[in-house]
């Protein structure tokens, strides 16, 4: 999946992607979303992880997580609930910036 910046420079997905990403359909995605059920975090990498960002999408107990690199392309993603298995080194180098609903 390619990954898009905005003009503000926040991040879009593509929701029928995302929605096979959390195991919903693209309707059932829309509806949560409107109902303010699925929300997302952006974290910006430091040190060796400069330049890259993860971001989380969640909606209930499905989350799915992928690191960005500045061109918008996906180099690690991971999806599940409650996705586990990211590196411990790796967490603490990203930092987080603020939560976001997705389309907002």
């Known amino acids: 999946m390619r990954i898009e910046r905005d003009i503000c420079g926040d991040y879009v997905l593509d929701p029928d992607e995302l929605a096979t990403k959390l195991y919903l359909s693209a309707d059932e995605l829309r509806r949560r979303m409107k109902l ?56 603490s180098a990203l930092a987080p910036q603020k939560p976001r609903q997705p389309g907002s």
Do not use: F, N, P, Y
């Open 36 to 91: 303010g059920l699925v929300t997302s975090l952006v974290e910006a990498g430091h040190g060796d992880d400069a330049g890259l960002h993860r971001l989380t999408a969640r909606c209930g107990g499905a989350v799915w997580r992928a690191i960005v690199d500045a061109r918008g392309c996906v180099v690690q993603e991971e999806t599940g609930e409650q996705a586990v298995g990211w590196k411990r080194e790796r967490q």
